[in-house]
């Protein structure tokens, strides 16, 4: 069965920091890979996606992140984050078949400091 | 593109009663959509699958009398919460596959903004 695991739960960076947020997965084959941020008391938006080709995604809001198939990891970063960068972050999964039916981490709370 | 409306996106009702949250695609047809129920300060539980013009798939655990779930167009899909108790107060999100030909393609979905349950 997928699974993905996000091993920080929270993260506090001061604002001009960079950011990083850990994902891993364990999936039967190459997956579709997701990372989306989810505002207090909002749905999710879609900050980036990897599908095939570059191994390294660029998104929206300046995040980056980079699938390392040997290491089974999507990590999310951002060189320098912003105050409005405070959310929640999800990790997720799916099938490159159809069915869309996507597994996410756990999440990462991200408090960002003055 | 490509946006989900969820309606509505906060709802306070008695414990017994029963409370429909509707999921739109506003800009294309999603002939699935995913209902999903998240706990404070938890990820998302996908409760069910919603097939436009067919029965709904549910996830293991999940009631299906309890939370019932109909799609009857390729741009509604409504999760109704029978005799809600207290216990089914959380944040229900929905989401729909992209339009057909791109990201419905590619396993990108869309997200409402979420429905907040609070039964007392």
């Known amino acids: 069965a997928q699974s993905v695991t996000q091993p920080d739960i929270h993260i506090t960076v001061s604002e001009g920091a960079s950011l990083e947020l850990r994902c891993n997965y364990s999936y039967g084959a190459t997956p579709y890979l997701f990372w989306y941020v989810q505002s207090p008391g909002q749905g999710l938006q879609l900050l980036l996606k990897?599908?095939?080709?570059?191994?390294l995604v660029q998104g929206i809001k300046g995040f980056e992140a980079e699938f390392k198939r040997s290491q089974s990891s999507f990590n999310l970063r951002k060189p320098s984050v912003h105050w409005s960068d405070a959310a929640e972050y999800f990790c997720a999964v799916g099938p490159r078949a159809a069915g869309n039916k996507l597994t996410f981490g756990g999440g990462t709370r991200v408090l960002v400091k003055p | 593109g490509a946006v989900v409306s969820q309606h509505p996106s906060w709802v306070i009702c008695k414990s017994g009663t029963s409370v429909k949250i509707e999921c739109r695609s506003l800009d294309f047809q999603a002939t699935t959509m995913f209902w999903y129920r998240q706990f404070p300060k938890q990820s998302l539980m996908l409760m069910a699958t919603?097939?436009?013009?067919?029965?709904?798939?549910?996830e293991q655990g999940v009631e299906k009398d309890k939370f019932l779930i109909n799609h009857a167009s390729l741009t509604l899909s409504t999760l109704t919460v029978t005799s809600a108790h207290p216990e089914d107060s959380s944040f229900y999100i929905c989401?729909?596959?992209?339009?057909?030909?791109?990201?419905?393609?590619?396993?990108?979905?869309?997200f409402g903004e979420g429905s907040r349950l609070t039964v007392l």
């Open positions: 919603s097939n436009e013009g067919s029965k709904a798939t549910y």
């Open positions: 989401s729909a596959r992209g339009p057909a030909g791109g990201s419905a393609n590619t396993g990108e979905l869309f």
């Open positions: 990897y599908f095939s080709g570059d191994t």
